[in-house]
């Protein structure tokens, strides 16, 4: 199943990086969308949960 975050702050390249490290660190299946504002995350609601948490710690706000 595909849930899609909105991401507040998502501005640029440099905030892909930022997101993508601290979301290869969970080993979740993910994309992200500079485009959108936009995490895709692909997996279980227990999987979001724990997408919402590392994306909160590196300083984003999850809508």
């Given amino acids: ?3 899609i975050l909105f ?4 501005k640029s390249q440099d905030d892909v ?3 993508t490290e ?13 485009t ?6 692909h ?7 724990i997408a919402k948490v590392a994306l909160m710690e590196a300083g984003y706000l999850v809508d």
């Fill in 7 to 10: 991401v507040k702050g998502l």
């Fill in 36 to 41: 959108n504002q936009a995490v895709i995350v």
């Fill in 17 to 19: 990086r930022k997101i």
């Fill in 1 to 3: 199943m595909k849930h």
């Fill in 43 to 49: 997996g279980r609601n227990d999987l979001v949960r």
């Fill in 22 to 34: 601290a979301l290869q660190e969970t080993q979740l299946e993910f994309e992200v969308s500079l």
